[in-house]
């Protein structure tokens, strides 16, 4: 089994920048992929980024694209996400999750598609 835990998150204002973390343990060899989502509160949890374990190839939220950056750093079982000219629009928890199995680059962005996943961590950003 894979488990996966964030850290990172915490209060900025406007315009500043977060890198969330998500290390990865167990067996993560049957990683086929990394994503980050978001839920604001009453929201529905959304796609922010997804990074392919093997080949690197990303995925964006149109919203965050320029402004976020999905790595992975696969030596040591992490993956990062680094958020510039964050908005008060992206106040949310964010969770990593992650796919084991290769039909998830069929739905990159559908959170059905990962199987395990963090327990969050909060990001507010002021205004």
């Known amino acids: 089994q894979v488990q996966v835990v964030e850290s990172g998150g915490g209060l900025v204002q406007a315009g500043g920048s977060l890198r969330l973390s998500c290390a990865a343990s167990g067996r993560t060899f049957s990683t086929a992929a990394m994503g980050w989502f978001r839920q604001a509160p009453g929201k529905e949890r959304e796609f922010v980024a997804a990074i392919n374990w093997n080949n690197g190839v990303t995925n964006y939220k149109d919203s965050v694209k320029g402004r976020f950056t999905i790595s992975r750093d696969k030596a040591k079982n992490t993956v990062y996400l680094q958020m510039n000219s964050l908005k008060p629009e992206d106040t949310a928890s964010y969770y990593c999750?992650?796919?084991?199995?290769?039909?998830?680059?069929?739905?990159?962005?559908?959170?059905?598609?990962?199987?395990?996943w963090g327990q969050g961590t909060q990001v507010t950003v002021s205004s």
């Open positions: 999750a992650a796919a084991l199995g290769s039909s998830w680059i069929l739905r990159p962005t559908n959170k059905m598609a990962y199987d395990i």
